[in-house]
């Protein structure tokens, strides 16, 4: 559960950093650095979303031993 939490902020984090981003390359038309940051900010939203959408990434099981060990 505390997983999920981390990654709502963090898709939350993302977003903004997006807006800003994408603002400010609509004002100055740069690719660089403003494009480029907000195609990874975008990149990020879309995974924190997946994994929020998901469920999450719930650790891995563990491996029952055999009885005939």
Known sequence: MYYLIVCVFFAALAAVLFWKNFKTYSLTKKLFP??????????????????????????????KLSATH
């Open 34 to 63: 403003n494009a480029l940051y907000a195609v990874i900010s975008a990149a990020m939203l879309l995974f924190y979303s997946y994994v929020v959408i998901s469920g999450g990434n719930p650790p891995p099981k563990k491996m």
